[in-house]
C-alpha cells in the first residue's frame, strides 16, 4: 500500500501547485496597476509610476491604462502626467498609494483639451442686427463694430463653421477667408473678413 499511497500524495501535491500557478493570482510581484482615462482626445500622453519608474505612453483615445511593470504586495505607487498630450491637460486623482493583496484599479486620469478663441475683423459696418453663428455658438454684433469674438471658445483641432446668420439693417454683408476650417493651437481672431 505503501509504494501507492507516496506516489498518490506527490502527485497530488504537484497537480495542486500547477493549479495554483495557472489560477494567475494576485500574488507578490503579479500585482497591476490601472485605471480609467476620460476625454483623451489628443496624442502625447505619456504617464509614469513614481514608484518603480515605470512609464507609459498612452494613445489617443484611450480609456483604460495598465502599465507593464507589476508590482509587489505593500508596494508603494505614484501615478504621474510625466508628459501632456498635445494641445491638452491630464491630471490624475486616487493616483497614489500602497498596494494590498489585490491590484490597483483605481486610478484616474482626467484630461481636457485646450480651447481658444474664434472671431473675425469687420468693415463698414453701420446698421444693428448683423448675427454671426457658429454651429450653436451665436453672436449679435453690434452697429459700428470691427472685429468679433465668439462667445464660445473651441477646442484645439475641433471644426468650425461660421457663417452670417442674420444681416444687419439696411446692409449686405459678405464674408470671406477660413469660414470653415480645424482650430489650431492658439486663439484665432483673424479667421474671416466681414465686409458691409
Known sequence: ???FTQPSRLAAAVCAALALTACG???DGDLFLAGDIDGLTKPGLVLENKGNGDTLEVPSGSV???FD???SNDESFNVQVKTQPTGAVCSTHFNSGRTGAFSIDSVQVRCITNSYKLGGTITGLT???LV???GADKLTVPAGATSFVMPAKVADGASYGLIIFNQPEGQQCTMTGASTARMGSADTLDAVQIAC
Open 1 to 3: 500500500m505503501k509504494s
Open 25 to 27: 493570482g494576485d500574488n
Open 64 to 66: 483604460r491604462f495598465v
Open 69 to 71: 511593470k507589476r508590482l
Open 127 to 129: 446698421g444693428s442686427g
Open 132 to 134: 454671426i453663428i457658429n
